[in-house]
């Protein structure tokens, strides 16, 4: 069937032909009250997917969810939006569904954890143009990691699935595009931590071939502006020393 909520000229959702299509209005006040509503069905689509009570229409359920994160029609005007989408409602929800499948030892709920988790990745990677300018980057990218980590059993290289391959390919994307993009040295000076030294130190855990795979480089960040300075002054005194002898 058809339905949907209309709130001025945002149109939030609509349910078409087992579907879930997403238009956003022009005003800000508009952008903002789409924002909110489709977060709200992000919520909702994943908890109805994970809810037993709902197992026929989990399917239908996972469907919109992937839609609302990954389709092209979807585009949310703020990074903040992003962010409190993966802070408030996905890490904690994956997070919680997945221990509570895993102490039950549940494997089709923990499979349907991982492919929300592979969803979650990929609308990361797809976002992160946008994620990147925020100050939060680097807790919102310690707090993927620590999500992958806790997938590490499924994630391992003996036991892994199409699902958790596709997982680990997403995640070898979306490190050769931190360390190709100057913008993320940025964010990791100004947080004080050495976010690849941290984020090797998580993916050995779960995922080892992984640096074997990538390119030596992408584990050593480039050099800051800073370094890069005190280098040609390096190379000057050198050069200086040279003329005097």
């Known amino acids: 069937g058809e339905g949907g909520w209309s709130m001025g000229k945002v149109e939030v959702v609509q349910v078409q032909d087992g579907?879930?299509?997403?238009?956003?209005?022009?005003?800000?006040a508009d952008q903002q009250t789409w924002c909110n509503l489709w977060m709200l069905c992000i919520k909702n689509f994943c908890r109805i997917a994970h809810d037993t009570r709902y197992a026929l229409v989990s399917a239908p359920a996972m469907e919109c969810l992937e839609r609302a994160l990954l389709a092209a029609d979807?585009?949310?005007?703020?990074?903040?939006?992003?962010r409190d989408c993966y802070d408030q409602i996905l890490f904690p929800m994956v997070?919680?569904?997945?221990?509570?499948?895993?102490?039950?030892?549940q494997l089709p709920a923990e499979a349907l954890c991982l492919s929300t988790l592979l969803l979650l990745c990929k609308s990361f990677r797809n976002n992160l143009y946008l994620i990147m300018r925020l100050?939060?980057?680097h807790m919102l990218w310690l707090r993927l990691l620590g999500l992958l980590e806790a997938f590490?059993?499924?994630?391992?290289?003996?036991?892994?699935?199409p699902i958790s391959n596709n997982i680990v390919l997403v995640?070898?994307?979306m490190l050769q595009a931190l360390h190709s993009d100057p913008q993320f040295q940025q964010?990791?000076?100004?947080?004080?931590?050495?976010?690849?030294a941290l984020t090797a130190t998580v993916i050995d855990a779960f995922c080892p071939d992984l640096r074997g795979e990538l390119e030596p480089s992408a584990w050593i960040p480039p050099p800051t502006q800073h370094q890069q300075q005190q280098a040609a002054e390096q190379q000057q005194q050198q050069g200086e020393g040279g003329e005097k002898g």
């Open 19 to 28: 579907g879930a299509s997403f238009a956003l209005g022009t005003a800000e």
């Open 74 to 82: 979807v585009d949310a005007p703020y990074a903040s939006a992003w």
């Open 95 to 105: 997070s919680s569904k997945f221990k509570a499948a895993s102490a039950a030892g």
């Open 135 to 137: 100050a939060e980057l």
């Open 152 to 161: 590490k059993q499924r994630i391992r290289a003996p036991a892994r699935d």
């Open 171 to 173: 995640l070898k994307e």
């Open 187 to 196: 964010v990791q000076q100004a947080s004080g931590q050495n976010m690849w």
